[in-house]
């Protein structure tokens, strides 16, 4: 299995699309196979469900992302997972333990925009997730 994890530092980024990096990991027999952390190659419309599909990602998991950004996922056979917070590290604990669960998005539509490589605070109410 391969997941994408968006990723702000060693934490995961509430906006999947603006985060300023992905944590690819891959995951055989419970076990983590290989873990790497690739820049984000840019947020346009449509552009990382295709990008993620030629990596061959199972899935992306993400504190935040639009219905139109996972309707795209879904079509390219990768399992969008929201509502994820916490540490890459605990995350990748939970995939290897096949114990992660999402839970509703935790951006607005629009919530992640200027954030990343532009701004380095998101617009949370809470303060959760970078």
Not at 78 to 103: C, N, R
Request: with cysteine; charged share 25%; proline share 5%.
């Amino acid at each position: 299995m391969r997941c994408v994890i968006s990723t702000d530092g060693e934490s995961v980024s509430a906006h999947f699309g603006r985060c300023p990096e992905f944590t690819v990991v891959e995951i055989e027999n419970g076990e983590v196979t290989k873990t790497e952390v690739i820049q984000n190659p840019g947020h346009n419309p449509g552009y990382l469900p295709e990008y993620f599909a030629g990596m061959k990602a199972d899935c992306i998991i993400a504190g935040g992302m639009g219905q139109m950004a996972m309707g795209l996922f879904v079509a390219k056979k990768i399992k969008p997972i929201v509502g994820v917070t916490g540490s890459v590290a605990e995350v990748i604990e939970k995939l290897e333990q096949g114990k992660l669960e999402g839970a509703e998005s935790l951006c607005n539509p629009g919530g992640g925009k200027g954030y990343g490589l532009d701004k380095s605070e998101c617009d949370h109410e809470n303060g959760e997730g970078k």
